[in-house]
């Protein structure tokens, strides 16, 4: 692990990561925050009083990997006001979709040790999915670093950059399309009297088995909806289906690099 890293925004993006690495034991000398929000700075601070310090953006240039956890459309003002600090040395990780490398390196004044991410929320706990696209400039010292950082949040993918809008959809916001039925469902089975480690088990067998039927029992989608004989959620599902099947698509074409 570096001893060293830097944030550019302290936010969401920020508290996942910091919590992944907290949850998998990886310690660092210092993490630099900037954040025009000291407030945001100070909730990071639960994650290690003593080593995350308020940082002014030329500091969080000069740490060995820095992470640009803020949304796209601040990314160019960012990313400008790193590019007279940041050196070779330095590994720029973007981790919001819709920038391309080709922008950010554009921004950076030329500087290519670049690397693109989809953080996902189950890096929180070191069960994450996390899509990586990493440019072929970085030394291998630098890509191991960056491979072990991402690996202590989960499980790691490299992918092309293309791909990264639509892991977006899928990894970097798929828990929501689901929580909030697994929630009512885990509502529900505490008012009929179940205990949360018996809810746990009972949710987490059945979605990794439902998942398992899907992908490896080789049915067609007919038959393995057919393997539940009744459905007391048949009536909404036509509209839950439509609300996938437009709103997925129109979300991915406003990420798409422009």
């Known amino acids: 692990m570096v001893p060293i890293v830097g944030f550019v925004g302290g936010g969401r993006v920020a508290r996942i990561l910091l919590a992944g690495w907290l949850h998998a034991g990886k310690t660092f000398q210092e993490v630099r925050v900037c954040d025009p929000d000291s407030s945001a700075i100070e909730r990071l601070k639960f994650f290690g009083t003593s080593i995350v310090k308020s940082a002014t953006p030329e500091d ?3 740490s060995p990997v820095v992470f640009l956890a803020v949304h796209p459309p601040v990314m160019e003002k960012v990313c400008r006001e790193l590019a ?9 990780v ?3 979709p819709k920038v391309t490398f080709a922008r950010l390196r554009e921004w950076l004044g030329g500087h290519s040790a ?7 929320a189950g890096s929180y706990v070191g069960k994450g999915f996390n899509p990586i696209c990493i440019e072929s400039s970085l030394s291998e010292k630098q890509r191991e670093e960056v491979l072990t950082l991402f690996g202590a949040l989960g499980t790691l993918v490299t992918v092309n950059e293309e791909l990264l809008e639509a892991y977006a959809i899928v990894t970097g916001m798929g828990p929501t399309y689901f929580w909030p039925q697994l929630f009512e469902l885990r509502s529900f089975l505490r008012e009929r009297g179940l205990p949360d480690d018996a809810i746990h088990v009972a949710l987490g ?3 990794q088995g439902a998942l398992s039927v899907m992908f490896e029992s080789s049915l067609s989608e007919e038959q393995i909806m057919d393997l539940i004989p009744v459905k007391p959620l048949a009536d ?4 839950l289906r439509e609300s ?3 709103r997925l698509r129109e979300f991915l074409v ?3 690099p422009q």
Not at 114 to 120: E, F, H, Q, T
Not at 236 to 239: R, V
């Open 60 to 62: 969080v240039a000069k």
């Open 84 to 92: 007279a600090h940041v050196t070779h040395e330095t590994v720029v």
């Open 94 to 96: 973007s981790l919001a």
């Open 114 to 120: 670049l690397v693109r991410a989809i953080p996902n």
């Open 205 to 207: 067998e059945m979605l």
């Open 236 to 239: 909404i599902e036509p509209s």
């Open 244 to 246: 996938y099947h437009t």
């Open 254 to 256: 406003k990420l798409r």
